[in-house]
């Protein structure tokens, strides 16, 4: 037997090569998940604490001679898929991959885990890329609707009932909401000295905390609006800095400078 016919004998079929290669790809997905299961149980547990390694993924940089960039997202991963079962599963069984779990624990929520899920297993990994940019598009969008909308329908209204009290009724929007609300809170925090017998109701005590607020806003005007002193720090990374990722620890093109303004 020669040479040749030798070797055409040893040619494994194509299909048997794709066979192998398929069932090797989904036992180095399931591999894959467990090593991100054990990345967050250690990291949960501090194991990377030893008085110097600033983080879980810089351990990962120095012990796996991973990216810190990578390791970071590896550790965010692997934080993630405790909170998503069905995809932490579908992985766990090498039918997802890294890169496809990455991307969907971008967008994916207990909600929309189904969902999302079966798109992922039934796409290739550019879907699924393309399709957490469109979810994440929308959601961006419709925030900024939902804030326009709430800016949109603003206001304040009130009237006088029959005893002569003043009622009133308004429409915030979320972020003033959560002003006045945290202003009325610091007035109770501050009136926490009676007793819980004398205390009126938690209505009449919100009621009384505004009037405190309206108050103080005529005593002392709008200095008592005048933000306080913002802090600045403008840090300075030459080129160099940036191409060696920080590895080398706090590098000398790095600087700082700090500013206060009002």
């Avoid at 997802?96 to 189904?114: D, H, Q």
């Avoid at 206001?155 to 005893?163: A, N, S, V």
């Avoid at 405190?212 to 002392?220: D, G, N, P, T």
């Avoid at 600045?232 to 700082?256: K, S, Y």
Wanted: net charge neutral.
């Amino acid at each position: 037997m020669n040479s040749a016919s030798a070797n055409v004998e040893t040619v494994r079929p194509l299909r048997e090569l794709e066979a192998e290669i398929t069932e090797l790809c989904g036992h180095l997905n399931a591999a894959q998940h467990r090593w991100l299961v054990l990345i967050a149980e250690f990291d949960r547990r501090n194991g990377w604490s030893d008085g110097a390694t600033q983080s879980c993924a810089h351990w990962l940089n120095w012990q796996c001679g991973i990216d810190l960039g990578a390791a970071r997202e590896k550790v965010r991963v692997a934080h993630a898929i405790t909170k998503l079962p069905r995809i932490s599963q579908a992985m766990a069984h090498g039918q997802l991959s890294y890169s496809k779990v990455r991307a969907l624990t971008r967008i994916t929520g207990p909600n929309t885990e189904p969902y999302l899920l079966d798109i992922a297993l039934h796409g290739t990994a550019a879907h699924v890329e393309k399709l957490v940019r469109q979810f994440r598009q929308v959601g961006e969008a419709a925030a900024l609707s939902r804030e326009a909308r709430q800016q949109a329908t603003r206001k304040l209204t009130y009237f006088y009932g029959e005893d002569g009290s003043l009622i009133l009724k308004g429409r915030l929007p979320a972020e003033i909401g959560a002003q006045l609300v945290k202003a009325l809170d610091a007035v109770l925090e501050a009136n926490t000295g009676d007793s819980d017998d004398e205390r009126p109701s938690w209505g009449a005590r919100r009621a009384d905390a505004l009037g405190q607020i309206a108050e103080s806003f005529l005593k002392h005007g709008l200095e008592v609006l005048a933000p306080a002193e913002r802090q600045q720090i403008i840090v300075h990374v030459d080129e160099q800095t940036l191409l060696d990722g920080g590895r080398n620890g706090a590098a000398p093109g790095l600087r700082c400078q700090h500013r206060t303004y009002s």
